[in-house]
Nanobody, 127 residues
Framework: QVQLVESGGGLVQAGGSLRLSCAAS????????MGWFRQAPGKERDFVAA????????YYGDSVKGRFTISRDNAKNTVYLQMNSLKPEDTARYYC????????????????????WGQGTQVTVSS
């Protein structure tokens, strides 16, 4: 099992930036893909971005392309989500997730494919 701890959330004005971090511990060598999802009150959990541990291939949800960047530091077992040009509609709780199955590009946005989840960090963007 992989333990995930998110940090970096907070309150920011529209147009501002935040960087989220996800520190992984435990059986981190078993993780193949790391993802970020978000969930606003009363809404479903949406895919934000994903990255493969080996190779560093990245994938993004349509609503964040060009504004968010996912990256990883293998030595630190940490994944980052740089969020720029934030909008009020980006307000949500952001969750980090780990998938220990081989990468399948068509499934990176599928939440139930991920085996481990963090507790989330709240991001609030004011207008």
């Amino acid at each position: 099992q992989v333990q995930l701890v998110e940090s970096g959330g907070g309150l920011v004005q529209a147009g501002g930036s935040l960087r989220l971090s996800c520190a992984a511990s435990g059986r981190t060598f078993s993780s193949r893909v790391m993802g970020w999802f978000r969930q606003a009150p009363g809404k479903e959990r949406d895919f934000v971005a994903a990255i493969s541990w080996i190779g560093g291939s990245t994938y993004y949800g349509d609503s964040v392309k060009g504004r968010f960047t996912i990256s990883r530091d293998n030595a630190k077992n940490t994944v980052y989500l740089q969020m720029n040009s934030l909008k009020p509609e980006d307000t949500a709780r952001y969750y980090c997730a780990a998938d220990n199955q081989p990468l399948r590009v068509a499934l990176v946005a599928t939440a139930n494919r991920y085996d481990s989840w963090g507790q989330g960090t709240q991001v609030t963007v004011s207008s």
